[in-house]
Antibody, heavy 120, light 107 residues
Framework: QLQLQESGPGLVKPSETLSLTCTVS??????????WAWIRQPPGKDLEWIGN???????NDNPSLKSRVTIFVDTSKNQFSLKLSSVTAADTAIYYC????????????WGQGTLVTVSS | DIQMTQSPSSVSASVGDRVTITCRAS??????LAWYQQKPGNAPKLLIY???SLQTGVPSRFSGSGSGTDFTLTISSLQPEDFATYHC?????????FGGGTTVEIK
């Protein structure tokens, strides 16, 4: 059974960089049929897609985040990571990692989510 | 970007009721639509993909239909465990986008 687990600081100061890692277990991150995604949800609000990465390192990300996003993959550790720079209170959210089916366009496995609060 | 609009934003229903939720895309997305169920404190759970394909393990009381810009999720006979928030998501083009969610509440 595939499992995803987010890890990283739960509190980040304004203007600093948010860093999270997703560890994939029970399957290979090098699957050719999947890519790996970050999605966030401010408390009580809508889901927002942040970006996807393929095991080769190619990415798609959301232009609404104005180039603040970096997503990278470490196949040796079966992990992928998110960096979001210059954070503000608006970046406070539950951050989820998920597996994305490249052929059918859905997120079928999700991590439990981790709350990141931006505050001084 | 393709905007996804769900209606209603919330619905009150009773166990056994038939519930229909609508999702409208700002431009045609063919059948590239998925539905998720989210309960408080949990990650979303995939219910339906490519408009009408039921994910493995999802009860058959859930069904999806539509194409182009208008889509529906139907719960044929609401069960106690179905009270949750439902989200649609398009995968026709990047950026991937979600609807605003529909909360199904106990009447």
């Amino acid at each position: 059974q595939l499992q995803l687990q987010e890890s990283g600081p739960g509190l980040v100061k304004p203007s600093e960089t948010l860093s999270l890692t997703c560890t994939v277990s029970g399957g290979s991150i090098s699957s050719t049929s999947s890519s790996w995604a970050w999605i966030r949800q401010p408390p009580g609000k809508d889901l927002e897609w942040i970006g996807n990465i393929y095991y080769s390192g190619s990415t798609n990300d959301n232009p609404s985040l104005k180039s603040r996003v970096t997503i990278f993959v470490d196949t040796s550790k079966n992990q992928f990571s998110l960096k979001l720079s210059s954070v503000t209170a608006a970046d406070t959210a539950i951050y989820y990692c998920a597996r994305y089916s490249r052929s059918l366009g859905y997120f079928d496995y999700w991590g439990q989510g981790t709350l990141v609060t931006v505050s001084s | 970007d393709i905007q996804m609009t769900q209606s209603p934003s919330s619905v009150s229903a009773s166990v056994g009721d038939r519930v229909t939720i609508t999702c409208r895309a700002s431009q045609g997305i063919a059948s590239w639509l998925a539905w998720y169920q989210q309960k408080p404190g949990n990650a979303p759970k995939l219910l339906i993909y490519t408009t009408s394909s039921l994910q493995t393990g999802v009860p058959s009381r859930f069904s999806g239909s539509g194409s182009g810009t208008d889509f529906t999720l139907t719960i044929s006979s609401l069960q106690p465990e179905d009270f949750a928030t439902y989200h649609c998501q398009q995968s026709k083009s990047f950026p991937l986008t979600f609807g605003g969610g529909t909360t199904v509440e106990i009447k």
